[in-house]
């Protein structure tokens, strides 16, 4: 069987439809992006509007989920990657696709090394590669040869699910389904591959959903991590050393049935930020109507449980990301394909303020007060902006993602049907 094809209880192949929607900040706040499904939708937070953009557009930008956006540290560049098998590479002084590499398969994750001069992208097989992005904007002074995709590194046909490079340079953190996070030395030549491996950090106990890297100004990097086993961990990333653990699902109260709890299975970590100052981390936690709010102490190395913050409307993000003011931008949301394959996509973004003084105080932001006002919601969410809809499917693709990712169980009878369906396959093609 295709390992990019999602495998259902049966055995058998069923695919998932149900795409989350997700949310990328530029790092000096000119632009947020939105992607549900095929669709990106960008807004110029400093104009205040919607970015009218040709290549954006254009019914062939994305043709199939988006699965991964990102901004290069300096915010000029911007990529998009998915299940169409297309790695895209924006300008974003113009919001022109700069170039478009064509994969072998679905793409999972992506990131740009520190400097920039690097957009790293893994695939559902596990492989990572690299593509060079220094080559001339000026289309009057045509483009160097930026060359071809080169093979970095691979997670041994384990899903990559989150893609990170250190704030230094100087690794490349790559997190799986198998329930561990790599530390891979940043080679000086990466056409030469990465190589070297720093070390493992082991301690999840199923996979691992999201990483964040931790900025600060000290000698030592640091990382944090979600994963299916409902817990949120530090890590230092030099000595790929477990600092400390939460376990959310724990810390949570469920008796007002915030959080599934017949459930066989732990509720998920679905998305983690982590604040510019570094002091806090937020959390989405599968099937929990908020977010849940962690201090972090750099200098003691601990994180502690601060708070669980309700939203209305039974706001369940699939997307989070602080801004440089400390503001929190959630989205929720989903693209769903019908089986005539037609798209429909829908999303809600939110944004609230967290102040941690004496207290820690969650305040939703009043759309007036947002950059564009209404006016920005009503591109980031679309069309068809119905909330419940949205928040419905955003359950819904927090659930699928899960489903892809967790570790089947069969019974002996189910592997031996499974053995055997193999086998038919294969006398099938050899007749």
């Known amino acids: 069987m295709n390992m990019e094809d999602d495998e259902g209880h049966d055995g058998f192949a069923a695919e998932k439809t149900v795409t989350p929607a997700l949310l990328a900040l530029h790092p000096f706040s000119k632009f947020v992006v939105v992607s549900v499904g095929s669709q990106l939708r960008v807004f110029n937070l400093l104009e205040k509007c919607a970015v009218d953009s040709e290549d954006i557009n254009s019914q062939s930008c994305h043709v199939d989920a988006i699965k991964t956006i990102t901004f290069s540290k300096d915010g000029g560049l911007f990529a998009s990657a998915g299940d169409d098998k297309h790695v895209k590479l924006w300008d974003t002084d113009t919001w022109r696709c700069l170039r478009t590499v064509v994969a072998t398969k679905k793409i999972s994750a992506s990131s740009f090394s520190s400097d920039g001069k690097w957009l790293l992208y893994a695939d559902k097989f596990g492989v990572v590669y690299a593509i060079s992005t220094e080559y001339v904007k000026d289309p009057l002074a045509g483009p160097a040869d930026p060359g071809q995709p080169v093979s970095l590194l691979a997670h041994c046909c384990s899903i990559i699910t989150s893609l990170k490079c250190s704030a230094d340079g100087r690794y490349i953190i790559t997190a799986d389904r198998d329930f ?241 369906l193999r086998n038919d396959k294969k006398l099938q093609k050899g007749m």
């Open 180 to 420: 561990k996070i790599r530390i891979s030395i940043f080679p000086k030549n990466p056409l030469m591959g990465a190589h070297e491996i720093e070390g493992f950090c082991l301690g999840h106990t199923s996979f691992v959903s999201c990483v964040a890297v931790v900025n600060n100004n000290l000698t030592s990097q640091f990382l944090v991590s979600g994963g299916g086993d409902g817990t949120v961990r530090l890590w230092e990333v030099e000595t790929a050393t477990l600092l400390d653990t939460v376990d959310v699902y724990e810390k949570i109260t469920i008796a007002n049935s915030d959080v599934d709890n017949t459930a066989v299975q732990l509720p998920a970590i679905t998305c983690i930020a982590v604040s510019n100052n570094a002091s806090l981390v937020a959390v989405g936690l599968e099937s929990l109507d908020g977010v849940i709010i962690l201090g972090l102490d750099i200098k003691s190395k601990r994180l502690r449980f601060l708070q669980k913050f309700l939203l209305e409307d039974h706001y369940c993000p699939t997307s989070i990301q602080f801004d440089r003011n400390g503001w929190l931008w959630l989205v929720a949301g989903a693209a769903q394909r019908t089986e005539a394959g037609e798209e429909k996509a829908t999303s809600w973004v939110k944004v609230v303020s967290i102040s941690s003084g004496d207290a820690i105080l969650l305040e939703s932001i009043d759309p007036a007060s947002l950059p564009g006002g209404t006016l920005l919601l009503e591109a980031l969410d679309g069309t068809d902006s119905d909330v419940k809809k949205a928040l419905a499917l955003a359950d819904a693709a927090n659930m699928a993602v899960k489903e892809q990712l967790s570790k089947k169980k069969y019974t002996n009878e189910h592997r031996e049907l499974r053995k055997r």
